[in-house]
């Protein structure tokens, strides 16, 4: 493979990247692309200059972060390109001149694998597909992207609210799901989580639906992806969607009342009963 470009918001992310891209050919010409987001625009209107780079110099592969705004850029200018684009790839190889990968349909309960033999292909990559490559970028060509202002006219972007939790980082993860009927329960799973020296996670519902934590504490195909050593999952009934984003935790308990719960087919150890009897008894324990 002749060159791999590297498209991300971030040298972090493009760290992760360059693993990817090395998985794939260690000789490859790695270029990263860091491109700034536009004051007035989106990062997406950096297609026109990618599609332009891509079509004079000719790269074998683009991965870019599997952002909202990467998957954006990705698909946009793999449309420009006519080329196969590969969302949330995983396992890339290349044998010959056939490019192939895993990604994951029916909501991460399923791996699809795929082979191409296009001449330009592109992948979208998430933030803990890898581990970031050692070395950063330190090794790759820093690339530029021009900025054609598109049809759309950023008027103002406001600020989120500063994250309270850091889950990416969390060694240890305690999870609450709609086992838990009141928000005020909630501080019995926040004992747990003090005494275990963890953070404290839930299922959508319990951030999208009831508010009771922010939307950035849920884990799931759609929320947070993690890899903590540890991930307690109370009254959580463990379907596919939540299940994806801790499938790769180092240890996974379940608490939950109902002992045929998805939940508990996907952890280590599984304590079947009422949270409000097995927490107090769990904390106890762990304080001991
Ligand atoms: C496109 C799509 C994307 C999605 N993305 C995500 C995602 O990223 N993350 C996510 O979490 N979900 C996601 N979902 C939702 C997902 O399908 C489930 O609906 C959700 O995860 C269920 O949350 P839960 O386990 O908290 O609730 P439930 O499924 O209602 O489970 C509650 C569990 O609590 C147990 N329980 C009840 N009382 C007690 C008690 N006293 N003690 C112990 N256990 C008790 C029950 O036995 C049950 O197992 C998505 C859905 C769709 C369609």
């Known amino acids: 493979m002749s060159a791999i470009w590297i498209v991300a918001e971030n040298p972090d992310w493009a760290a992760v990247m360059v693993s990817a ?6 000789d490859a010409l790695l270029t990263v692309f860091i491109p700034p987001l536009p004051a007035d625009g989106l ?5 026109p200059s990618l599609v332009a780079k891509a079509k004079a110099e000719k790269p074998s592969l683009i991965l870019v972060g599997t952002s909202k705004r990467g998957r954006d850029l990705a698909a946009r200018s793999a449309a420009l390109l006519d080329a196969p684009c590969f969302s949330d790839a995983k396992n890339l190889a290349l044998s010959g001149n056939t490019f192939s990968c895993d990604t994951n349909v029916y909501g ?5 694998s795929d082979s191409t033999t296009e001449p330009l ?3 979208t990559i998430g933030p803990k597909a890898f581990e970031p490559d050692p070395a950063g970028i330190s090794g790759a060509t820093a690339g530029t992207l021009d900025y054609t202002p598109g049809k759309v006219k950023v008027t103002g972007r406001k600020p989120r609210p500063p994250q309270t939790v850091n889950l990416g980082e969390a060694t240890k993860v305690v999870s609450v799901g709609r086992g838990f009927s009141e928000e005020k329960d909630l501080a019995a799973a926040r004992e747990l989580a003090a005494a275990l020296g963890a953070e404290v996670s839930c299922s959508r519902p319990i951030a999208e639906f009831f ?3 922010p939307e950035e504490c849920y884990v799931g ?3 947070q992806i993690i890899k903590p050593q540890l991930y307690v999952a109370v009254g959580i009934s463990g379907q596919a969607q939540h299940t994806f984003g801790v499938r790769d935790a180092k240890v996974i308990v379940s608490i939950n009342k109902d002992a045929e719960c998805l939940m508990h087919q996907n952890a280590d150890y599984c304590i079947t009963g009422e949270w409000q009897a097995v927490i107090p008894a769990l904390v106890k324990a762990v304080k001991a």
């Open 43 to 47: 990062w997406e209107d950096y297609a």
């Open 121 to 123: 292909v592109l992948a």
């Open 221 to 223: 195909i759609s929320g």
């Open 108 to 112: 991460g309960s399923a791996v699809r």
């Open 21 to 26: 891209a090395k998985s794939v050919s260690a």
């Open 211 to 213: 508010k009771w934590l």
